[in-house]
């Protein structure tokens, strides 16, 4: 199969497979799959489908931006995106109301069943009030808005351990 043809078909059926993912708008999951990479490669045994070279993904809303980024899908359906990258990067709009969420991490799991994201190494993340929170690891329940963040104690710089920094924007700083 030619790289034309191949790259028109993983993207057929990954806009299949996504139709089924939980979107933060309403309307995003109804809206086409736009990926685009120097290289892909699908194993349909291994359910796993892995664009790598200046990947982005756009779907409604939502945007991946990563070094590479791997697909994992059972039975047909996307079960966890894993993007990877110096750092890798996500955005998504919550809501009509919201401004982006941003988020930022060496690797960035995000778990659509679960609708959660795992930000690991060099994490990051703002919220659309302005609030930011930095850290080793940070896990974002999107569907409870839920935010955990954990430092490195196993890391230390300046004789202290890799604590989470996080900012309150003012209240005449918040959008």
């Known amino acids: 199969m030619n790289p034309t043809k191949f790259a028109i078909a993983v993207t057929t059926l990954l806009t299949c ?7 933060a708008l309403a309307s995003d999951k109804d809206q086409p799959i736009h990926i685009s990479s120097d290289r892909a490669e699908r194993n349909d045994k291994q359910g796993m489908t892995v664009y790598s070279g200046s990947v982005q ?11 590479k980024v791997v697909i994992h899908s059972i039975d047909n359906q996307v079960s966890k995106i894993v993007a ?37 190494e060099n994490a990051s993340l703002r919220q659309d ?13 999107i569907k409870e808005s839920v935010v955990k963040a954990e430092g490195d104690s196993n890391s230390t ?3 202290k351990p890799d604590r989470i920094h996080m900012v309150i924007p003012a209240k005449s700083e918040r959008q």
Request: no cysteine; glycine share 8%.
């Open 17 to 23: 497979f996504f139709s089924a993912t939980v979107a």
């Open 84 to 120: 990877t990258g110096k750092p890798a990067h996500y955005q998504q709009q919550p809501s009509q109301e919201k401004q982006l969420v941003i988020a930022t991490g060496n690797t960035i799991e995000y778990m659509i069943d679960g609708e959660k994201i795992h930000l690991i």
């Open 57 to 67: 993904m756009d779907q409604g809303s939502l945007r991946i931006l990563a070094d």
């Open 129 to 141: 009030d302005g609030t930011t929170m930095t850290g080793k690891r940070i896990n974002y329940d």
């Open 157 to 159: 710089a300046n004789n």
